[in-house]
């Protein structure tokens, strides 16, 4: 790579305004480069939506936000305003509720330890929380062993290591003359939380983000241990208030978005990219590329192709049921409740295996937020289910509604009406095939929930967004936006900016 083309102002061509590449985009932008955004659809924020009819408004996409300082940290490097002037953003409290498939319940206070483990004894029996506090221990200890390689830095060139080692200090398990550890998220929840229930609530975190829990390394430990450790966050109004926020910050900083506009494939010059080729025959020249898109969206081969392990395949998607009730939300409603799968074997073999679909975990949002509703006399509730990518309509709405009533009693007698989001809508939102969303990026596993680099085949070509590193997911998305920024602006020798 040409060093003037590393330290100088540049233009710098953006395929996609998802939240990764409006992330790069603006701290490009602050850099001094000049962006511009090639979005294929007529808005920004790629799978954060929203739904709006009859004065109620539902989120599409994400309902909550974990990590908030991923994006506190892209409002400080890029603006005066911080974050929270920009949006309002609300600790949910508690955490979340969990209805199991025996009946009991518990709510987990947000961020406490000692909130959570007095919770799960008085709900599950002495002993529970101390093994969930234990847990959440061994946790922090893979979080602090990945943080930086899976958030904060760069991929590094020897990948293969975060590939092989799992990080998670798993407990060794004596079984008859054989002593194991534990490798999944299913080992642990069976021979380290020793509760069906316990399980279900570790289970749920992978779930949530399409991985199955059988398969799943240990590592995926850190998943409610980020929740845990900074909390479960709402922003007032929706979360399509943070793309809204993250939008604006670009325009604020000059970065120009072209909206309607493809992005057909990267024009390549002298061994290097050199702008973009849209679906209406024209090119727009740069000097750098970054893409932010999956990478079947873009015929390129060297868009798919960064260094590190291949692309991921095969992910879940989701089906969400939007529902408009009449009555107002109640006073101490929980603003999310996981009610688990009466058959989580069933669950599990329908969605990641050759069974028929059976009715899954629903997480049933609730928010308590005026701005999503026409009066304080109707409540606007969200239904999300992990699903297969590319599976049919809205055939399992039906199912979801019935499974939230434990939840929710009398749900069904509020409704007014229903709206379904399937696969093939978030397909259309996001250009994924099928509908997929892609996790963020989990070490051991042989390198199955690792992600390319944000490096391309091609000199001058990036990959930000949930399909590269580290992986889907807000905050992991919106950090490959700073790693992208930081590769280009200081160089490959760039190696994170924490
Ligand atoms: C239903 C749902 C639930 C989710 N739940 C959670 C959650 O609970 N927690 C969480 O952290 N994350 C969740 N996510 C994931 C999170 O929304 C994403 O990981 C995050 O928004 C990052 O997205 P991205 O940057 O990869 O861009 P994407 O959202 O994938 O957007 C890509 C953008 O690129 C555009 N594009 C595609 N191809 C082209 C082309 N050829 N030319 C021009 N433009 C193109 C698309 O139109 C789109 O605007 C959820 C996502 C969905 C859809």
Same mark, same amino acid.
């Given at each position: 790579?040409?060093?003037?083309?590393?330290?100088?102002?540049?233009?710098?061509?953006?395929?996609?305004?998802?939240?990764?590449?409006?992330?790069?985009?603006?701290?490009?932008?602050?850099?001094?480069?000049?962006?511009?955004?090639?979005?294929?659809?007529?808005?920004? %924020?790629?799978?954060?939506?929203?739904?709006?009819?009859?004065?109620?408004?539902?989120?599409?996409?994400? %309902?909550?936000?974990?990590?908030?300082?991923?994006?506190?940290?892209?409002?400080?490097?890029? %603006?005066?305003?911080?974050?929270?002037?920009?949006?309002?953003?609300?600790?949910?409290?508690?955490?979340?509720?969990?209805?199991?498939?025996?009946?009991?319940?518990?709510?987990?206070?947000?961020?406490?330890?000692?909130?959570?483990?007095?919770?799960?004894?008085?709900?599950?029996?002495?002993?529970?929380?101390?093994?969930?506090?234990?847990?959440?221990?061994?946790?922090?200890?893979?979080?602090?062993?990945?943080?930086?390689?899976?958030?904060?830095?760069?991929?590094?060139?020897?990948?293969?290591?975060?590939?092989?080692?799992?990080?998670?200090?798993?407990?060794?398990?004596?079984?008859?003359?054989?002593?194991?550890?534990?490798?999944?998220?299913?080992?642990?929840?069976?021979?380290?939380?020793?509760?069906?229930?316990?399980?279900?609530?570790?289970?749920?975190?992978?779930?949530?983000?399409?991985?199955?829990?059988?398969?799943?390394?240990?590592?995926?430990?850190?998943?409610?241990?980020?929740?845990?450790?900074?909390?479960?966050?709402?922003?007032?109004?929706?979360?399509?208030?943070?793309?809204?926020?993250?939008?604006?910050?670009?325009?604020?900083?000059?970065?120009?978005?072209?909206?309607?506009?493809?992005?057909?494939?990267?024009?390549?010059?002298?061994?290097?990219?050199?702008?973009?080729?849209?679906?209406?025959?024209?090119?727009?020249?740069?000097?750098?590329?970054?893409?932010?898109?999956?990478?079947?969206?873009?015929?390129?081969?060297?868009?798919?192709?960064?260094?590190?392990?291949?692309?991921?395949?095969?992910?879940?998607?989701?089906?969400?049921?939007?529902?408009?009730?009449?009555?107002?939300?109640?006073?101490?409603?929980?603003?999310?409740?996981?009610?688990?799968?009466?058959?989580?074997?069933?669950?599990?073999?329908?969605?990641?295996?050759?069974?028929?679909?059976?009715?899954?975990?629903?997480?049933?949002?609730?928010?308590?937020?005026?701005?999503?509703?026409?009066?304080?006399?109707?409540?606007?509730?969200?239904?999300?289910?992990?699903?297969?990518?590319?599976?049919?309509?809205? %055939?399992?709405?039906?199912?979801?509604?019935?499974?939230?009533?434990?939840?929710?009693?009398?749900?069904?007698?509020?409704?007014?009406?229903?709206?379904?989001?399937?696969?093939?809508?978030?397909?259309?939102?996001?250009?994924?095939?099928?509908?997929?969303?892609?996790?963020?990026?989990?070490?051991?596993?042989?390198?199955?929930?690792?992600?390319?680099?944000?490096?391309?085949?091609?000199?001058?070509?990036?990959?930000?967004?949930?399909?590269?590193?580290?992986?889907?997911?807000?905050?992991?998305?919106?950090?490959?936006?700073?790693?992208?920024?930081?590769?280009?602006?200081?160089?490959?020798?760039?190696?994170?900016?924490?």
């Amino acid at each position: 790579m040409a060093v003037d083309k590393v330290a100088g102002m540049g233009r710098i061509a953006v395929i996609g305004a998802g939240m990764g590449a409006m992330a790069a985009a603006a701290r490009l932008a602050v850099a001094g480069h000049r962006v511009t955004v090639y979005e294929r659809t007529d808005t920004y %924020g790629g799978g954060v939506r929203r739904f709006e009819r009859d004065g109620f408004a539902f989120d599409t996409g994400p %309902g909550l936000l974990p990590l908030p300082a991923v994006y506190r940290d892209l409002f400080v490097k890029t %603006g005066k305003e911080p974050l929270e002037d920009c949006v309002e953003l609300v600790q949910v409290d508690p955490s979340a509720r969990h209805v199991f498939a025996d009946g009991t319940q518990v709510s987990l206070p947000n961020a406490s330890r000692a909130g959570v483990v007095t919770a799960l004894d008085e709900a599950l029996g002495a002993g529970a929380g101390q093994r969930w506090g234990d847990f959440l221990v061994r946790a922090r200890e893979a979080w602090d062993r990945t943080r930086r390689p899976l958030l904060e830095e760069p991929l590094w060139p020897n990948w293969q290591v975060l590939a092989e080692r799992e990080p998670y200090p798993s407990v060794p398990h004596k079984k008859l003359l054989r002593t194991r550890r534990a490798a999944t998220v299913t080992e642990i929840g069976a021979w380290e939380l020793r509760d069906e229930r316990l399980a279900a609530v570790l289970e749920s975190h992978a779930l949530a983000y399409g991985l199955d829990p059988r398969t799943a390394p240990a590592s995926a430990a850190v998943l409610p241990y980020l929740e845990h450790a900074f909390g479960t966050w709402y922003v007032r109004g929706g979360m399509r208030e943070l793309a809204r926020a993250l939008y604006e910050r670009c325009v604020q900083r000059r970065v120009g978005f072209v909206f309607g506009a493809e992005v057909t494939g990267v024009l390549e010059k002298d061994g290097r990219a050199a702008g973009v080729e849209l679906a209406d025959g024209s090119v727009a020249e740069a000097d750098f590329v970054v893409a932010g898109v999956a990478p079947e969206a873009l015929s390129h081969p060297a868009a798919r192709a960064g260094g590190g392990p291949a692309p991921r395949r095969c992910l879940p998607s989701r089906l969400t049921v939007l529902l408009a009730l009449r009555g107002g939300r109640p006073e101490g409603a929980v603003h999310r409740t996981v009610v688990h799968a009466a058959d989580r074997a069933a669950e599990l073999e329908g969605l990641f295996g050759s069974a028929p679909a059976a009715p899954g975990t629903v997480t049933v949002l609730r928010p308590d937020d005026p701005a999503l509703v026409p009066d304080a006399g109707h409540e606007a509730v969200a239904l999300v289910s992990t699903v297969p990518a590319g599976s049919g309509g809205p %055939g399992g709405a039906e199912d979801m509604i019935t499974v939230a009533e434990r939840a929710v009693p009398g749900l069904r007698d509020r409704l007014l009406w229903q709206e379904v989001r399937t696969p093939a809508d978030i397909a259309a939102e996001t250009g994924s095939a099928s509908g997929a969303v892609p996790p963020p990026a989990l070490a051991a596993a042989a390198g199955a929930l690792l992600y390319p680099a944000n490096t391309g085949a091609l000199p001058g070509l990036f990959t930000a967004g949930g399909w590269s590193h580290p992986g889907g997911g807000l905050p992991h998305a919106g950090m490959s936006g700073a790693l992208v920024a930081g590769l280009i602006v200081e160089g490959p020798e760039f190696r994170g900016s924490q």
